[in-house]
């Protein structure tokens, strides 16, 4: 964004420096990244000098060039080389002196003594694109014959010089989107420097506004009132469009912008001074005589003032005729809307959109103008009067016209003032120093933040709708610290500490163990952006869209809620690696998980749910490709093995926990639970076909989801014990199992523990076969793994041997298993 200078003198009085009022807009929260010199005409047409045709004569050596005798105020008189067929004895015209250089659209042209045609040519006589004054070349310049000889072109010709300031606008700073608004931060800075002044905003006058007749009514229906907040305009009729005066295109062109004719000069004229986007319309081309705030029509045709034609949604806004629409609303008119050199009245808008509905549309059709930067971030409601007076004076003063209709105001639900008790300990709190209470007051008046009511401790603000990302206490903190200055806030001489004694268990420690065990094993761990995108979460079964955080001000439409799971996330880094031929994945996350749990309780933090999870998930091949190894591909034992040995790791017991198998989850074909004290600590299962289509990705993918915060309360309750490593050697045992398909290797391991947890210390299942003619229908076999140990001495057989039948026993009269 681009501020004038000299444009931003007009609002506020100040004699500063160029330098300085960049320190101020820098150190008040909008930063110059740019200071540069700007003249309405590059160079400045510095060298130029006004003189007088004294002699003309035709050239010895070439019939389309003149020589000339020039004056240009000096004893010298210039012998000047012209091919002009226009140039005369008695002409005033521009003359570029040796030395000067002009800056054309060919290139920079240094002027240098230099003989053409054997003959000698002090200088150059100009046309007006030459000087880059007009697009005509047919001959030079004639002036008028009154300007005295040796006036500098500059003079004559009014250049103007200016700096201009290019900002780095933040988001949450569009209030400082215009000249008024950036002058109001350096008012404030003013005040606050110097407590005697008490600089004000010279925001042109629109007290002498009046409607002239009420020949042309255009009536405004808003369909939408959500998306549509507040619509304003009126009829200006018997207009005269041309090109504008020079002081309005030179204020324009400081800016970057390119003048067109004086209507449109106007409305941008008018947006980078208050901040408020206008667009006239061509009443003749208004069908119906009405206009109409809706959303369009899917997949209905527009074409766009710059002949692009693109295909609505549903959720566009348009302004709308009685037939068709004709602009895309706070972005960009149609084709037939504009203002041409054949309109004779127009209807002007000044209204206020929903900051995300052009925000959605604007990123949808890559469409980016100076509207929709403003309207996109939030514009404010009480400008659009102003503005539309502001616009209409400057018409009626430079194209003519008259004001033809009352001002049309369509306002469903004002917008109010936010109001905010503000206490001076919270200032101090944040700051860490005492800033005067008159210093604070002074500031927030320059801010035009009103002070409803005054106590000892406390302030009532009352905050106008400008300033959209004010809404707390911190807010206003943050308000005063940058007009009070940052460099202002003294740096302690001294530092205390303390020692703190971390509380047990230590996350982070934990969470440094398991990253370095499962990095270890071949995993990567990945970094997600928290942001998603809500369509994840409409229609879904599990992650309900109400539970969503969703984003004010999102940065695009991918990005506008936090994430509820980790999953959506990994799935798009699958999709991306397997477009890239990486198909053998396995990746690890830790990061934050967010729900909205109370919608009723405001702006409390206590509605939202922050909740830190480990993602871990398997795809592809296990292993590396290896001449060693088989290819085997990851599995759902394989992942479940993974979790088990990091509970394992954060001290559980398995006995303790219960594995719950688990189908009610859409993003799992099959998937258990892992529960401790009725509470679900991972869910690690297969993703489902239909999950993965979505992701475009086409190969199994298996997933574990852990609350960490589970796992290290997990911890906490682990007590470590440590004992003398024994003397005496273990025994294994191994039985053969006939068991129903239905039985389950934890209720085998369940009921071994329970039978005998004196000297059983270990069980494991080692090999699993089925076959229907061998080990009978619905029948499988364990071979099973049987660690025995006594601390105090050897095991017997006969010791032994009495362990194993009551194993045997055990699992025949509750399992209904056979021995074989």
Request: hydrophobic share 35%; aromatic share 8%.
């Amino acid at each position: 964004m681009k501020i004038s200078y000299n444009w931003l003198k007009e609002y506020i009085e100040t004699e500063e420096s160029p330098e300085t009022i960049a320190v101020w807009l820098t150190d008040s929260g909008l930063e110059v990244e740019k200071l540069e010199k700007h003249q309405t005409i590059k160079g400045g047409l510095e060298g130029v000098i006004i003189g007088e045709v004294l002699s003309c004569e035709k050239h010895p050596n070439a019939d389309k060039l003149t020589l000339t005798t020039v004056d240009i105020g000096k004893e010298e008189k210039l012998s000047i080389v012209c091919g002009a067929p226009n140039v005369k004895e008695g002409q005033k015209v521009p003359v570029v002196t040796v030395g000067a250089t002009l800056y054309t659209e060919k290139g920079d042209l240094k002027i240098k003594e230099a003989k053409i045609r054997g003959q000698l040519s002090q200088g150059m006589i100009c046309a007006e694109d030459e000087l880059g004054i007009g697009t005509s070349h047919d001959g030079i310049m004639v002036l008028d014959p009154d300007v005295p000889v040796g006036t500098p072109a500059k003079e004559y010709f009014g250049i103007e010089e200016d700096w201009v300031f290019e900002i780095g606008l933040t988001p949450n700073r569009i209030d400082g989107a215009s000249h008024m608004g950036a002058a109001r931060d350096i008012a404030a800075v003013i005040n606050c420097l110097n407590k005697n002044q008490k600089k004000k905003l010279k925001n042109p006058e629109v007290d002498k506004f009046k409607v002239d007749n009420e020949s042309l009514h255009i009536p405004v229906e808003i369909h939408d009132e959500k998306a549509c907040i507040r619509y304003s305009g009126l009829t200006i009729s018997d207009i005269k469009v041309e090109e504008s005066p020079n002081w309005l295109k030179n204020r324009l062109k400081a800016i970057g912008l390119k003048p067109l004719n004086n209507i449109v000069d106007i409305t941008n004229f008018v947006l980078h001074e208050t901040g408020q986007p206008l667009h006239a319309f061509d009443t003749s081309k208004i069908k119906g005589n009405k206009i109409i705030v809706r959303k369009a029509e899917k997949n209905t045709s527009f074409l766009t003032l710059e002949e692009q034609e693109i295909k609505l949604t549903a959720d566009d806004l348009m302004i709308c005729n009685a037939d068709e629409p004709m602009c895309l609303a706070g972005i960009l008119g149609g084709i037939n809307s504009g203002i041409n050199y054949e309109t004779k009245s127009l209807f002007l808008e000044s209204a206020c959109f929903e900051a995300s509905t052009i925000r959605k549309s604007s990123k949808y059709h890559q469409l980016n103008t100076d509207a929709s930067f403003r309207f996109e971030r939030g514009s404010d409601p009480n400008m659009t009067i102003y503005a539309l007076k502001r616009a209409a004076m400057l018409i009626k003063n430079i194209a003519g016209g008259k004001i033809s209709s009352k001002i049309v105001d369509v306002y469903p639900k004002p917008v109010q003032n936010k109001e905010i008790k503000f206490y001076y300990s919270e200032l101090q709190r944040l700051v860490g120093q005492n800033i005067e209470k008159s210093i604070v007051k002074n500031i927030l008046n320059s801010l035009e933040i009103e002070i409803l009511k005054e106590e000892a401790d406390h302030l009532l603000l009352s905050v106008p709708p400008f300033r959209v990302d004010v809404d707390r206490q911190a807010d206003v903190v943050e308000e005063i610290l940058r007009i009070y200055g940052y460099n202002n806030i003294e740096i302690p001489e001294k530092s205390r500490t303390s020692v703190v004694l971390n509380p047990k268990p230590d996350k982070e420690h934990l969470q440094n163990q398991v990253s370095d065990m499962l990095s270890g094993q071949g995993f990567r761990e990945i970094m997600n952006n928290s942001l998603t995108n809500i369509e994840y979460y409409k229609n879904n079964k599990y992650y309900l869209e109400n539970n969503t955080v969703t984003i004010l001000n999102p940065t695009s439409k991918d990005l506008n809620a936090m994430r509820q799971t980790l999953l959506y996330g990994f799935l798009e880094t699958v999709s991306r690696n397997i477009n890239y031929k990486n198909n053998d994945l396995k990746l690890y996350e830790f990061g934050n998980t967010y729900k909205l749990i109370n919608r009723e309780s405001g702006d409390s933090l206590d509605k939202y749910d922050e909740i830190i999870n480990l993602g871990i998930l398997t795809t592809g091949k296990r292993f590396n490709e290896n001449w060693k190894f088989d290819d085997v591909d990851s599995d759902f034992f394989d992942m479940k093995n993974r979790v088990i040995n990091i509970i394992k790791k954060m001290g559980g017991n398995l006995f303790n926990i219960e594995e719950v198998e688990n189908d009610r989850h859409p993003d799992f074909a099959y998937a258990v639970d892992y529960n401790y004290y009725n509470r679900t600590m991972v869910t690690v299962g297969k993703i489902s076909d239909d999950l993965l289509k979505k992701f475009d990705v086409e190969q199994d993918v298996f997933f574990a989801s852990i609350d960490w915060q589970e796992m290290v309360d997990l911890h906490a309750r682990h007590l470590m014990e440590f004992e003398e490593l024994t003397k005496y050697p273990d025994v294994r045992r191994d039985l053969a199992l006939l068991i129903d398909k239905n039985v389950s290797y934890k209720q085998i391991e369940e009921l071994a523990f329970k039978i005998e947890s004196k000297y059983l210390v270990e069980i494991n299942l080692f090999d699993v076969y089925q076959d229907d003619e061998k080990t009978g229908k619905d029948k499988k076999s364990y071979a099973i793994s049987f660690i025995l140990r006594d601390k105090t001495k050897t095991m017997t057989d006969k010791q032994i041997d009495k362990i194993m039948n009551n194993l045997a026993d055990a699992f025949k009269k509750y399992l209904g298993a056979s021995i074989r």
